[in-house]
């Protein structure tokens, strides 16, 4: 089992759709976890921390269950500003942030 | 303002021909990383720094070399750059870590073109 796993992509959504991505990780003992995004040829830039059951920024939430050790991200009124990679990002057991493959998201009129 | 800097954006090196790659950074952040990322792929962390104790990944070729002589800078040195090597090479920071890491911070990236 890989220690940080997406969802495959791509997501192809229109304008205003509320879209969620998973993210399952092996590390149980886990407490941390990010999200990131990035752009075409562009750095990864964080987009939401979390530490504990869940976070909510705006129009993006993010929810952990540990019972289950996935966590999600769900964006609502998707914009076309939107289209990204987004990486999950958790730790192993040595400490050590591990970097899933990211999941695409194009925002289409 | 930019917090963590590398330079150059791009780079165009030759095969065999040695490259240093270099980062900069004002948050004042124990830990320095560098990360190599090709198209569509994750980024793959090449080694660290915590303070200057230098943490090398098991599986880092030795033609990859890091420096960091003092808090704020941190160096990416490839000895002999194969067509291999081609790719966005990333560098970030973050706060001490502890029992947990802590978010990662990330320049613009550098990225190779090797000849």
């Known amino acids: 089992r890989k220690e940080v796993e997406q969802d495959p992509g791509p997501f192809n959504v229109p304008e205003g759709a509320t879209v969620a991505f998973n993210c399952t990780y092996s590390n149980s003992a886990s407490q941390s976890f990010f999200w990131y995004r990035q752009d075409c040829r562009k750095e990864p830039k964080l987009l939401m921390s979390?530490?504990?059951s869940g976070n909510e920024d705006g129009r993006f939430t993010a929810q952990l269950n540990r019972a289950s050790q996935y966590i999600s991200l769900l964006i609502r009124d998707s914009k076309l500003s939107d289209s990204a990679t987004y990486l999950c990002?958790?730790?192993?057991?040595?400490?050590?942030?591990?970097f899933g493959q990211g999941t695409e998201l194009s925002v289409k009129p | 303002d930019a917090m963590v800097i590398q330079n150059p954006r791009y780079q165009v090196t030759q095969f065999g021909k040695p490259v240093t790659l270099s980062c900069s950074q004002t948050?004042?952040?124990?830990?320095m990383y560098w990360y190599q990322q090709k198209s569509s792929q994750a980024p793959k962390l090449l080694f660290h720094?915590?303070?200057?104790?230098?943490?090398n990944e098991a599986d880092t070729p030795d033609n990859f070399q890091s420096r960091r002589p003092n808090t704020s800078f941190c160096f990416l040195d490839i000895r002999s750059p194969g067509l291999g090597d081609a790719a966005m090479y990333l560098c970030?920071?973050?706060?001490?870590?502890?029992?947990?890491?802590?978010?990662?911070?990330f320049g613009p990236g550098t990225r190779l073109t090797v000849t």
């Open positions: 970030a920071t973050s706060r001490a870590t502890g029992k947990e890491p802590y978010e990662q911070y």
């Open positions: 948050l004042n952040h124990n830990v």
């Open positions: 979390v530490y504990s």
């Open positions: 990002v958790a730790p192993n057991q040595g400490g050590k942030l591990i």
């Open positions: 720094y915590y303070d200057k104790d230098f943490n």
